[in-house]
T-cell receptor, first 111, second 112 residues
Framework: NAGVTQTPKFQVLKTGQSMTLQCAQD?????MSWYRQDPGMGLRLIHY???????DQGEVPNGYNVSRSTTEDFPLRLLSAAPSQTSVYFC??????????FGPGTRLLVL | GQQLNQSPQSMFIQEGEDVSMNCTSS?????WLWYKQDPGEGPVLLIA?????ELTSNGRLTAQFGITRKDSFLNISASIPSDVGIYFC????????????FGTGTRLQVTL
């Protein structure tokens, strides 16, 4: 099993550009989530999904969209990137137990 | 929103020393989780605690679920260089089953 995979690993955007961060898991987990990590602030929940077709907002959802058309994939979309969205983004998935498995992260710089 | 405060924020210790860190919340948690994040990687779960007063070990790591349910503690015995990283506490806030709130982290650096 590959676990949780994220692409790309690094990305540089200009303000106003759009992009999609990809996340996939092969563990058949129903729950998936996106976090952003900023220095000194830990990880903050952006959006999450409890199953295909179901998504909900987390702590910091503004500026981000998500969809969950399959169990395996949970892409995160930035419609109009802003410098405040410069961060490291982690995708995670969880089965029935509490363990959340995190991907390796995407480092995003918005100029 | 919910906030988990960790202390210390960072620490330098010598190899072989024991380490203690803690996490406090303004409200009750029913589950406490401790994660470690290596540089350039995502967090990895170390220990999960489900009951007030519970003491759980994972090798050289021991974590405790505070009696008040508003705090948790992590101890590392006989630290080694690979213990370097950031340690996060986390838990689902009351009324949420799967959403996690993370602490601000304790950065551990080990000197030889």
């Amino acid at each position: 099993n590959a676990g949780v995979t994220q692409t790309p690993k690094f990305q540089v955007l200009k303000t106003g550009q759009s992009m999609t961060l990809q996340c996939a898991q092969d563990m058949n987990h129903e729950y998936m989530s996106w976090y952003r990590q900023d220095p000194g602030m830990g990880l903050r929940l952006i959006h999450y999904s409890v199953g295909a077709g179901i998504t909900d907002q987390g702590e910091v959802p503004n500026g981000y969209n998500v969809s969950r058309s399959t169990t395996e994939d949970f892409p995160l979309r930035l419609l109009s990137a802003a410098p405040s969205q410069t961060s490291v983004y982690f995708c995670a998935s969880k089965g029935y137990q509490e363990t959340q498995y995190f991907g390796p992260g995407t480092r995003l710089l918005v100029l | 929103g919910q906030q988990l405060n960790q202390s210390p924020q960072s620490m330098f210790i010598q190899e072989g020393e024991d380490v203690s860190m803690n996490c406090t919340s303004s409200s009750i948690f029913n589950t406490w989780l401790w994660y470690k994040q290596d540089p350039g990687e995502g967090p990895v779960l170390l220990i999960a605690l489900y009951k007030a007063g519970e003491l759980t070990s994972n090798g050289r790591l021991t974590a405790q679920f505070g009696i008040t349910r508003k705090d948790s503690f992590l101890n590392i015995s006989a630290s080694i260089p690979s213990d370097v990283g950031i340690y996060f506490c986390a838990g689902p806030p009351p009324g949420t089953a799967s959403k996690l709130t993370f602490g601000t982290g304790t950065r551990l650096q080990v000197t030889l």
